[in-house]
């Protein structure tokens, strides 16, 4: 049972325009969500996270939106650039302290140019 | 970027045959993670630690053992290694029990 989804496989945007991936979840008990960024060949970089207890967090071209009510999280990347061509992964935790992180499978962005 | 090392970095080892892979760190962190990726898949753990001589189980659990003898070293033995253990390797660190996990370069590993 899957409990972090991510239904697009890739997504393909032009440079300059927004990107927006998005990430469902089903367990009520996450109450932490993380977005990485993951390079060909490297480890996934951590890129940017949200508590339960906000809507929006910012970090300068990224911003990620929570949707409790939906379980539903998504990622913006404006404006988008090639260098954020790569994979993303959404994840989750909490579920009353635990220290794993469950997460999605992944989006393929492709940023051309 | 956190001081965490793989090693190897790539490996082909043959079916049976027990492989050792060995995570670093520098940043005396205390959560030590290990995890595959696959295609489709995505990331999955395999196993944990929670300090030293202190490891769980993840997700992907069967046909893996680890140890932790100290706190800058994770390591991650197949006993006899598979072609369904064919995948790339990741190590991740974490200071506390919630927050955000930094990972290695990965070890690419491959079985035949």
């Known amino acids: 049972d899957q409990q972090v989804k991510q239904n697009s496989p890739s997504l393909s945007v032009q440079e300059g325009r927004i990107s927006i991936l998005n990430c469902d979840y089903t367990?009520?008990?996450?109450?932490?969500f993380l977005w990485y960024k993951k390079y060909p060949a490297e480890g996934p970089t951590f890129l940017i996270s949200i508590s339960s207890i906000k809507d929006k967090n910012e970090d300068g071209r990224f911003t990620v939106f929570l949707n409790k009510s939906a379980k539903h999280l998504s990622l913006h990347i404006v404006p988008s650039q090639p260098g954020d061509s790569a994979v993303y992964f959404c994840?989750?935790?909490?579920?009353?302290?635990?220290?794993?992180?469950?997460f999605g499978k992944g989006t393929k962005l492709t940023v051309n140019p | 970027d956190a001081g965490i090392t793989q090693s190897p970095r790539h490996k082909v080892t043959e079916t049976g045959t027990p492989v050792t892979l060995r995570c670093h760190q520098t940043e005396n962190h205390r959560y030590m993670y290990w995890y595959r990726q696959d295609p489709g898949h995505g990331l999955r753990l395999i196993h944990y630690?929670?300090?030293?001589?202190?490891?769980d189980k993840g997700e992907v659990s069967d046909g893996y053992s680890v140890s932790r003898s100290k706190t800058e070293d994770f390591l991650l033995t197949l006993e006899s290694a598979t072609s369904s253990q064919t995948s790339v390797y990741f190590c991740a660190i974490s200071r506390l029990r919630v927050e955000t996990q930094y990972f290695g370069p990965g070890t690419r590993l491959l079985v035949l």
């Open positions: 630690s929670y300090g030293v001589k202190d490891t």
């Open positions: 367990n009520s008990m996450f109450d932490y």
């Open positions: 994840a989750a935790t909490g579920q009353g302290g635990s220290e794993k992180l469950v």
